[in-house]
C-alpha cells in the first residue's frame, strides 16, 4: 500500500522560512509527478507548485519566487522550501503524487498526504 506522509509544518513570523517534506512508502515503482497544494477554511484547494519526473517545475503566480519544489526519487522524498513566507501564505498544505506501484499488480494512481498546517503570524 502506498503512503504519503507529510513533516516540517509549523508557525513562523512573516518574512521566514518552513521546508516541507513528504516521504512516500509501499510498493513504488515510480514517482511521476508530485504536486504541493493547499487549502484554506472556505476556500477551494490551490495548486501551489508541481514537478515532472524529470525535473520541470511550475509554480502558482502568488508563490513564484519564494516557494521552491524539489524531488529526490531514490529517497522517494519531496519537498517544498517556503521563503519570505506572507500571513497569505497560512493554509494547509498537501502534497500529491502520481505513483506506479506493483502490489501485487501494476497501478497508476494519484495519492495524497494528510495534510500538514503553515501558520504565518506575528
Known amino acids: 500500500q502506498v503512503k504519503l506522509v507529510e513533516s516540517g509544518g509549523g508557525w513562523v513570523q512573516p518574512g521566514g522560512s518552513l521546508r516541507l517534506s513528504c516521504a512516500a512508502s509501499g510498493s513504488i515503482l515510480s514517482i511521476i509527478t508530485i504536486r504541493w497544494y493547499r487549502q484554506t477554511p472556505g476556500k477551494e484547494r490551490e495548486l501551489v507548485a508541481t514537478?515532472?519526473?524529470?525535473?520541470?517545475?511550475n509554480y502558482a503566480d502568488s508563490v513564484k519566487g519564494r516557494f521552491t519544489i524539489s524531488r529526490d526519487n531514490a529517497e522517494k522524498m519531496m519537498y517544498l522550501q517556503m521563503n519570505s513566507l506572507e500571513p497569505e501564505d497560512t493554509a494547509v498544505y498537501y502534497c500529491?503524487?502520481?505513483?506506479?506501484?506493483?502490489?501485487?499488480?501494476?497501478?497508476?494512481?494519484?495519492?495524497w498526504g494528510q495534510g500538514t498546517q503553515v501558520t504565518v503570524s506575528s
Open positions: 514537478i515532472t519526473r524529470d525535473g520541470t517545475t
Open positions: 500529491n503524487a502520481d505513483i506506479l506501484s506493483h502490489s501485487p499488480y501494476y497501478n497508476l494512481d494519484s495519492y
